[in-house]
């Protein structure tokens, strides 16, 4: 897998708002995901869309992807304080290992 | 819904002494990984096991590093001789890897540290 670009590093925003977070990669891609990492405990996979898809969505998530950008963006509704956590985009090809960047951290405040 | 377990949570061990993780993957899924997160740094892919062999390994995955899955719900990661650059949250995970997907479900980690 390749990493992704996640940006920006770093968002805070009160219950309640939306949260919108980039990731841009450099190579061809057959899908991409969207992690969560609650402070320093294991990751959760959130949501996979696939190069041929242009938008997902997942309860309160919404994933989009445009290949010709070679971009992604997750859109998290109505948030929540148990969304603080660090979002990380993953881009797989044929490998199956995945490879993190910093991501982004978000910060939700009542 | 089920999910990967690591044990334990926290190991505590002095440098030079071996320390075996252990994690027990979802029971249905047949590719097994190893990651470890140094404090306040990136998650670092260090083995992937499909097939009762090593399917890819990282630079760090060195000669103290090893896997094994003992039986058929065990994956433990050993490593012979800890170093005090050791430390770090250590996250198995596993997957089902079917044709088009690759997500892969993470344990809640341990947390190794080497004095």
């Known amino acids: 897998s390749q990493q992704g670009e996640e940006d920006p590093q770093a968002l805070s925003i009160q219950e309640g708002e939306n949260a919108t977070m980039n990731c841009s990669y450099k190579t061809s891609i057959n899908n991409l995901q969207w992690y969560r990492q609650n402070s320093g405990r294991g990751l959760v996979h959130l949501i996979l869309?696939?190069?041929?898809?242009r938008e997902k969505h997942s309860g309160r998530l919404r994933v989009t992807l445009d290949t010709s950008k070679k971009s992604s963006s997750l859109l998290i509704t109505a948030s929540r304080a148990a969304d603080t956590a660090s979002y990380f985009c993953v881009h797989t090809g044929t490998a199956s290992k995945l490879t993190f960047g910093t991501g982004t951290r978000l910060q939700v405040t009542l | 819904e089920p999910e990967v377990t690591q044990t334990p949570s926290h190991q505590v061990t002095q440098m030079g002494q071996e320390v075996i993780l252990r994690c027990v993957p979802i029971s249905n899924h047949l590719y097994f990984y190893w990651y470890r997160q140094i404090l306040g740094q990136k998650v670092e892919f260090l083995v992937s096991?499909?097939?009762?062999?090593?399917?890819?390994k990282s630079e760090i995955f060195d000669d103290q590093f090893s896997v094994e899955r003992p039986d058929g719900s065990n994956f433990t990661l050993k490593i012979r001789s800890t170093k005090l650059e050791d430390s770090a949250m250590y996250f198995c995970?596993?997957?089902?890897?079917?044709?088009?997907?690759?997500?892969?479900?993470f344990g809640p980690g341990t947390r190794l540290t080497v004095t």
């Open positions: 869309i696939r190069s041929n898809e």
């Open positions: 096991f499909y097939n009762n062999e090593i399917s890819e």
């Open positions: 995970a596993s997957s089902d890897r079917t044709s088009y997907s690759y997500e892969q479900y």
